[in-house]
């Protein structure tokens, strides 16, 4: 437990010593809001929230678990609930509760990637690391910064 409000704590001082406030910290993606009436900053710090994710799993487990109850009462009989389903709109609510378990592991992934990318150039200008090293994690944060530019500007909110 210990060793964990460590590493948090130590995670905190370096995205504030890389980011001053912690409010640049996306400043190096190429994103835009996806809709007028949700801001950047509400999806990055909200929709793609380790707190909203853990509450769409929740959902999503609470879906499959009624479709197997559903499954268990009646296996022929599942495709007449699917009127049911959609008419509660969750064909779309599926799309949304996946896409935010889904953009919050590619910006935690991102986050990460950079913070280790930071770090490593730290390291390298005060040649505690070589410059094989440095160029590994410089690689492993352009390919997470790509992956998680890629899914935000293809992603859609489903209403």
Not at 77 to 82: D, R, V, Y
Not at 111 to 123: D, G, P, S, T, V
Request: charge should be negative.
């Amino acid at each position: 437990m210990k060793t964990k409000y460590v590493l948090t704590t130590l995670l905190f001082i370096i995205i504030f010593s890389v980011t001053g406030t912690g409010q640049n910290l996306y400043d190096d993606l190429n994103i835009k809001a996806k809709m007028d009436e949700e801001p950047l900053d509400y999806t990055l710090n909200r929709r793609f929230s380790s707190q909203e994710a853990y509450f769409r799993l929740g959902q999503l487990r609470k879906f499959i678990k009624s479709c197997v109850s559903l499954m268990k009462e009646n296996p022929q009989g599942i495709l007449e609930k699917e009127v049911k389903i959609k008419e509660m709109s969750l064909d779309f609510e599926i799309v949304n509760w996946s896409n935010c378990l889904e953009g919050t592991i590619k910006k935690q992934e991102y986050l990460i990637a950079k913070l280790q990318y930071e770090l490593a150039r730290e390291r390298y200008e005060a040649g505690k690391i070589g410059k094989e090293v440095f160029d590994s994690q410089e690689n492993k944060y352009i390919q997470a910064k790509d992956d998680f530019e890629t899914f935000f500007n293809s992603f859609q909110i489903v209403d």
